[in-house]
């Protein structure tokens, strides 16, 4: 079992910067890979990033050469820098750890509870 939860989301104007974290607690977070996610009102939830135990990392390509996903596993912390933020990034993010990297929701486990980011034109 891992908990996670995110934190740092917040309102900032478009072009601003945001750093989301995810901090898990349970079974050992090196063990596993880590996923972003988000979903905007009235859409599906989408994928945004992931990055597997190796560190090796995957985007989609919204968000390719603004936003960088990273992990702390001394601090058992999953981290999404956001860059050049755009209204169209206004969503709940969330968090997931699962054993593998993917672009699928149905690969990843646990999921954390969310939070919000908003951006302003």
């Known amino acids: 079992q891992v908990q996670l939860v995110e934190s740092g989301g917040g309102l900032v104007q478009a072009g601003g910067s945001l750093r989301l974290s995810c901090a898990a607690s349970?079974?050992?977070?090196?063990?596993?890979?880590m996923g972003w996610f988000r979903q905007a009102p009235g859409k599906e939830r989408e994928f945004v990033a992931a990055i597997r135990r190796s560190g090796g990392t995957i985007y989609a390509d919204s968000v390719k050469g603004r936003f960088t996903i990273s992990r702390d596993n001394a601090k058992n912390t999953l981290y999404l820098q956001m860059n050049s933020l755009e209204p169209e990034d206004t969503a709940v993010y969330y968090c997931a750890a699962g054993f593998e990297a993917a672009m699928t929701e149905e690969v990843y486990r646990y999921w954390g509870q969310g939070t919000q980011v908003t951006v302003s034109s």
């Open positions: 349970g079974r050992t977070f090196s063990a596993y890979a």
